[in-house]
């Protein structure tokens, strides 16, 4: 168990695990709680579903390269450090 070095004590990590569609078959997603929340804003700001993200993650991501759970903490991740930049610095295409 990982200790935070400020506070010397454990970090918590609660990895949920939910059930997702995509093309009519059932999946297993884990993550963390804040990913799953990020996931859903994201959606919203996106005027989509969550569970049409998850879709559209899956699709855009290289099978090889990695996992569904791993894909959606990266779009994540890159959704928001985009939306980060002023939009001078933001290359839409």
Do not use: C
């Not at 859903?40 to 993650?57: D, F, H, R, W």
């Amino acid at each position: 168990m990982k200790l935070d070095r400020r506070r010397a004590r454990p970090i918590k990590s609660l990895v949920v695990k939910q059930s997702v569609s995509i093309k009519g078959r059932h999946n297993s997603v884990s993550l963390e709680g804040a990913f799953w929340n990020a996931l859903k804003e994201v959606a919203v700001a996106q005027n989509i579903t969550a569970a049409a993200l998850v879709s559209k993650i899956d699709s855009e991501r290289e099978r090889k390269a990695a996992n569904l759970s791993s894909a959606i903490r990266v779009y994540v991740v890159e959704y928001y450090r985009f939306t980060a930049l002023p939009l001078s610095d933001r290359d839409d295409g």
